[in-house]
């Protein structure tokens, strides 16, 4: 069984939200629908793929939490470019987060207030599950803002 992979729909009338959103009064919150869809099956090990099909979509494509579902989250994803300033391990930390999850660096939050799935368990049937995610734990890596 595969764990799910939280995504706001991307179908979730993004043109229609970025049209009724301009229509709409700026201080009114529009609703997020949220869908819950599987984690899709990516054949590649290289981790800027790996990346872009499992993370892109909350954290953005350049890793700084802005992605297209970061509003439908219950927790802000975080900015990946900046795991450097807080750990110098950046690939430590990163590797233990998607090998252990994310509770482990946050204990004041709740399990259920954490959005991002345990990558052990969603690859949990996959044979090159620890390349994948070491090769996605040094994409984050390389998304570290320059100091």
């Known amino acids: 069984m595969r764990t799910v992979l939280m995504l706001v729909g991307l179908t ?4 229609g ?16 629908k949220v869908v819950i869809v599987p984690a899709p099956d990516v054949l590649s090990v290289d981790g800027a793929v790996l990346y872009s099909a499992h993370c892109a979509s909350c954290h ?34 990163t590797l233990t987060v998607l090998m252990s999850g994310h509770q482990h660096h946050h204990a004041t939050l709740a399990a259920s207030d954490i959005d991002m799935p345990l990558w052990s368990a ?7 599950r620890t390349l994948k ?5 040094r994409h984050v890596e390389s998304l570290q803002a320059s100091r």
């Not at 700026?26 to 997020?32: E, I, K, Q």
């Not at 969603?122 to 090159?128: I, R």
């Open 60 to 93: 953005g494509p350049n890793g700084r939490g802005n992605g297209r579902a970061a509003r439908g989250l219950k927790a802000p994803a975080t900015d990946l470019t900046r795991i450097a300033d807080t750990d110098p391990d950046c690939l430590g930390h």
């Open 12 to 15: 979730l009338a993004l043109l």
């Open 133 to 137: 995610i070491f090769n996605l734990a």
């Open 122 to 128: 969603v690859l949990v049937d996959d044979s090159f």
């Open 17 to 32: 939200l970025g049209a009724t959103a301009a229509a709409q009064d700026r201080t009114a919150a529009t609703p997020v």
